[in-house]
């Protein structure tokens, strides 16, 4: 059985930081290429960052410098540090994993308000 489970949103304030994790089952994360996805009320959902079993990353153009994502293969978990946060952040994130198919989180709220 896969699973896929994020943790760690919550509610902070603009300029504030948050790090989001995923625990993902062990037979897929040391293969999978794992990903942070969000989705906005009334928006489509968009890739935020993605880091591939050997550790090449890739980051959405709205969240470069300021988000970092990394994995602990010891620990099938992959990270995403959120930074200098923004009101336009706010949206459900949602860990996916990525072998061809994809494994999906149930997500987890990040909310960026004063």
């Known amino acids: 059985q896969v699973q896929v489970v994020e943790s760690g949103g919550g509610l902070v304030q603009p300029g504030g930081s948050l790090r989001l994790s995923c625990a993902a089952s062990?037979?897929?994360?040391?293969?999978?290429?794992m990903g942070w996805y969000r989705q906005a009320p009334g928006k489509q959902r968009e890739l935020v960052a993605a880091?591939?079993?050997?550790?090449?990353?890739n980051y959405a153009d709205s969240v470069k410098g300021r988000f970092t994502i990394s994995r602990d293969n010891a620990k099938n978990t992959v990270y995403l540090q959120m930074n200098s946060l923004k009101p336009e952040d706010t949206a459900v994130y949602y860990c996916?994993?990525?072998?061809?198919?994809?494994?999906w989180g149930q997500g987890t709220q990040v909310t960026v308000s004063s």
């Open positions: 996916n994993a990525q072998l061809g198919i994809s494994f």
């Open positions: 880091i591939t079993s050997r550790g090449t990353t």
């Open positions: 062990e037979n897929i994360f040391r293969i999978a290429t």
